[in-house]
């Protein structure tokens, strides 16, 4: 689940790179002849679109994640609660074996 949560960070990390691409270039296509404009508006405008479908599928994906965990989350409850009755249930029989054995003779 950990190497799970890093991927999504790394991805994160890289849309963040990406729209700061698109901002260094809109300030360097500020600066430039109209030709060259031209091409970096056209690289603006391709890097926004992509930069929209990788949010769109890291959001599929963060979702996709959310649902697993809560559906295994589900499965397992019963299963722990179960182990933790039995927990307590050992450590009661375990304190009266101390008794026993160090009790008043």
């Not at 890289?14 to 600066?31: M, P, S, Y």
């Not at 430039?32 to 930069?51: F, Q, R, T």
């Amino acid at each position: 689940m950990e190497d799970k949560k890093s991927t999504l960070g790394d991805i994160e990390k890289v849309l963040g790179e990406i729209g700061d691409k698109i901002e260094e270039l809109v300030k360097k296509g500020a600066d430039a002849g109209s030709e060259v404009k031209e091409d970096i508006e056209k690289k603006i405008k391709e890097l926004k679109e992509n930069k929209t479908t990788l949010e769109a599928e890291l959001k599929k994906g963060k979702e996709l994640l959310e649902k697993e965990f809560k559906e295994k989350k589900e499965e397992f409850e019963p299963k722990l609660e179960e182990s933790k009755g039995f927990f307590k249930e050992g450590i009661k029989q375990f304190g009266k074996a101390l008794k026993a054995l160090f009790g008043k003779k």
